[in-house]
């Protein structure tokens, strides 16, 4: 019975993986090249601390704090390249600091499978992510559609990241909200789930569970979906949907303008 079980999940998985084509994620410390910029600013503060006093000082140089505060920059080509390994197309924004990310977040999010957030943006403690967790599902909520949003965060207290989600979810009256497993809440046609980025220096050793490898996002992502979706029809119908997408430009091949005039007709 379990084997058999099994068996359905992974078949769910493989179809979900067919369907899923693309992943947006907002998170102010994304970072295309992390090793390198962090030396850098390890090596610029240094420089200052070993600069002899003068009479007429130099400027000191600022190093953006994103750069110095261990655990917290997203490594985004490990993240895209995992992605790109599975055929999903994965977009990363970085809103700047004093730049509002919403009218952008939401605009993509319509085109988006999956939408992963930091959670912390520029020190506001969760302010950015709650605003972007509301607009997107009641706009969802417009759309009927469903909906994974996943935090992929290093703050130490995952717990608490869970209670705040839960009191945005709450917000919409009429909405049920429920434990989904292990740091994810399920509220009617949305799912929310809470991973730690890997050098998170988290409180427990649940929460620890809760830490994922860059590689490993694009997968364990997958696999929530998944588990949101499961279902008979909602699996024949992901496979359906699926054979479209592929299958679209030949599709569209077959309708060339060479039948117009018969159309017209």
Known sequence: MAKKA????????????????????????????PVLHQAAAVAAKEKQETIKPSRFPKPRLKIPERLTREGNILDAKRVVDAFAERGIVCAILR???????????????????????????????????????????????????RRLIAIYTAERDLGEILTSVRAVLLETKGRTVRRGGSYALDAGDARVVV???????????????????????????????????????????L???????????????????????????
Not at 7 to 30: G, K, T, Y
Not at 98 to 112: C, N, V
Request: proline fraction near 3%.
């Open 239 to 265: 496979k359906s949907v699926a054979a479209l997408r592929s299958n679209t430009h030949q599709l569209l091949k077959q309708l060339g303008p060479e039948l117009d005039a018969g159309y017209l007709w």
């Open 6 to 33: 099994q068996m359905e999940n992974d078949l769910a998985v493989e179809i979900v993986s067919d369907f899923l084509q693309s992943v947006v994620i907002v998170d102010d410390e994304a970072d295309f090249d």
């Open 195 to 237: 991973f730690a980025k890997p050098e998170s220096q988290v409180q427990t050793r649940r929460a620890r569970r809760q830490i994922v490898a860059y590689e490993d996002l694009a997968g364990v992502l997958i696999r929530q979906f998944s588990a949101f979706m499961y279902g008979l029809v909602s699996n024949v119908a």
């Open 95 to 145: 809103p700047a600091e004093g730049e509002d990310p919403s009218d952008r977040t939401l605009k993509i999010s319509r085109r988006a499978d999956i939408l992963v957030l930091d959670w912390n943006f520029h020190a506001d403690n969760g302010d950015t992510a709650r605003q972007l967790i509301r607009g997107v599902l009641g706009g969802d909520m417009q759309d009927n559609r």
